[in-house]
Every structure is written in structure tokens, then in C-alpha cells.
């Protein structure tokens, strides 16, 4: 496994509608264990392999919530989830929208308010070409959708209401 160089605007890849991948083979393996490993290393939560300079269908998701301490709940550390998503697409949206701040690995030293659904379904195939489907609301779901939005051609900033430097070392933490 090797780690990629991760492309930044205004690179062409980053706005071009990336082809379905259709060959489940040891090249695409490679390709998304080399994701994996950038997406951590940068570190990011979730990298699309436009990001890499691919334009193929598929993106990698790592992120956990943790539990809300106003709940009552111990504070504990939560194992981030894993997912490898090939050809995704959104079948289902709620009809309530939040606004959150983002930022992208593709677009560095910039963050941005977006609008997004505060849950979504998304359906795709597994690495092994295994249909799948994930449920996600929150931040997992704000997640899903800017690196779904990669592989359709779409940075955040085209779909931030307002984009700014960030001051604080938090602000920069948003990163996607």
C-alpha cells in the first residue's frame, strides 16, 4: 500500500463526472487501499478517488460519532466506522437540510458553510462488487454527500453559502 498524492484545485479531475467503475480487479483493490491509507494520513474522514486523480466511482468513509456527554452517556472513545462505497448514489434524502461548516483535503487552507440533508440512504457495491446500502444521518451523512459530490464533479465551494480562511485550529479540524 502506498500513499497518494492527493490533487487540489484547479485541477481538471476535480470537476469532471467520474466514470462507474465496472472492473473489480487487483488494480481497484490497490486503489482503495491506498485511499485508505491517504484518507488516514492526511487525515481526512472520507476521500473520493477524484481527490487522487482518478475519475472513477468510488469514495472511502471513516468517521464515528461520539456519544453526547449531555445525554449522560460515559465518555468513552468510539471506533470510527469503515466504508468502501463504489458506484454510491443517494436514494433517499430527508426533507430537513442543516447548514455545517466543511472543508476538503482537495481545497486546503479554506472552509465553508454548506447546506446538506440531515439523513440520506445511499446505495452502491462493496470492494467486492457486493451490493450495499448505508443509512446515515448527522455528520456521517454530511460526509457521504461532499464526497459524493467529488465523484459528480462538485467541490463544497460551489455549494458553500460563504468560504473562509479559518483562524482557529478546530475550524481547520472540519476537514473532509
Known amino acids: 500500500m502506498a500513499l497518494r498524492t492527493i490533487v487540489t484545485l484547479p485541477e481538471p ?5 467520474a466514470r462507474p467503475v465496472t472492473k473489480f480487479d487487483k488494480t481497484l483493490q490497490t486503489l482503495i487501499d491506498d485511499m485508505i491509507d491517504t484518507m488516514r494520513d492526511a487525515p481526512g474522514v472520507g476521500l473520493a ?9 468510488l469514495i472511502v468513509v471513516e468517521y464515528a460519532d461520539q456519544p453526547d456527554e449531555a445525554e449522560g452517556e460515559e465518555h468513552k472513545e468510539v471506533k470510527p466506522k469503515l466504508y468502501v462505497m463504489i458506484n454510491p448514489e443517494i436514494v433517499k434524502s430527508s426533507e430537513e ?8 483535503l482537495s481545497v486546503p487552507g479554506l472552509v465553508g458553510e454548506v447546506e446538506r440533508f440531515e439523513e440520506i440512504q445511499v ?4 470492494r467486492r462488487g457486493q451490493p450495499m446500502k448505508v443509512k446515515a444521518k448527522g455528520w456521517l ?5 461532499h464526497e459524493i459530490d467529488h465523484i459528480d464533479g462538485v ?3 460551489q455549494r458553500a453559502t460563504k468560504v473562509w480562511k479559518p483562524e482557529t485550529q ?5 476537514k473532509v
Open 170 to 174: 478546530e475550524e481547520e479540524e472540519d
Open 155 to 157: 467541490v463544497f465551494t
Open 13 to 17: 479531475v476535480l470537476y469532471r463526472k
Open 97 to 104: 437540510t442543516v447548514m455545517g461548516i466543511e472543508g476538503c
Open 123 to 126: 446505495k452502491g457495491l462493496n
Open 141 to 145: 451523512a454530511r460526509i457521504f454527500q
Open 49 to 57: 478517488a477524484p481527490q487522487v486523480g482518478i475519475s472513477e466511482r
